[in-house]
């Protein structure tokens, strides 16, 4: 009973506090980037930042990096982080495609990514299951073709048909936006 009474002033407390701790928090970062750039001790995010917004905003830089790297074979995509995914988006993208890696018209058999969404492991360092699926439809919308690779050719069959029935049931039948689905090996 006191709980009920008292929990929408906690939550009206926490709502406040979070307000505040957004702010410092967001003007904290940019101050921290700041003091990187002056000292030129820029981190792998920083590095994908400036190299992200490079390729977005000069047009030449990205024609003559598309020129040269004609097509961009991916590995272990469902690591990628969203700076990642717009980077190799924009080198396999059309000349002249436009700036927003979500709607550029890529070159046909200019991006080939494999992937395994089951296998995503680095959310710590913002890769992300939708940035995977999103990417996935682009290329489906684009044209090219998902081919699943339901082969295993590290394990033996126990394994598999072990693996199979266990993760059936872990799994959705199908992908949704933060769940790969199940795929039988």
């Known amino acids: 009973m006191l709980f009920r009474s008292v929990e929408p002033f906690l939550q009206a407390w926490r709502e406040y506090v979070y307000h505040i701790a957004m702010i410092l928090l967001v003007d ?8 990187r750039r002056r000292a030129a001790l820029l981190n ?20 003559a990096l598309q020129r ?24 396999a993208a059309e000349p002249g495609a436009g700036d927003d890696w979500t709607s550029v ?10 992937g395994d969404p089951k296998q995503s492991i680095y959310r710590f360092r913002r890769a992300d ?4 699926q999103q990417a996935r439809r ?16 590290r394990s033996g069959a126990a394994i598999c ?21 199940f795929d039988r090996l």
Not at 28 to 35: K, L, T, V
Not at 44 to 63: K, S
Not at 129 to 132: L, P, R, S, T
Request: charged letters at 25%; proline letters at 5%; a negative charge.
């Open 68 to 91: 040269k790297y004609r097509r961009i074979f991916v590995d272990e995509f469902q690591d990628t982080d969203p700076m990642q995914a717009e980077l190799l988006f924009l080198l």
């Open 44 to 63: 792998f995010a920083d590095l994908l930042f400036f190299a992200a917004r490079l390729v977005r905003e000069q047009r030449a830089v990205r024609e």
């Open 129 to 132: 299951i939708e940035v995977y």
């Open 138 to 153: 682009r290329i489906e919308q684009e044209g090219g073709q998902i081919v699943p690779l339901t082969t295993c050719f």
């Open 161 to 181: 048909g072990w693996a199979n029935e266990v993760f059936s049931s872990l799994f959705p039948g199908q992908a949704t936006a933060h769940q790969p689905g």
């Open 105 to 114: 018209r890529l070159r046909p058999g200019a991006l080939f990514l494999v």
């Open 28 to 35: 904290a970062r940019g101050w921290a980037a700041e003091q």
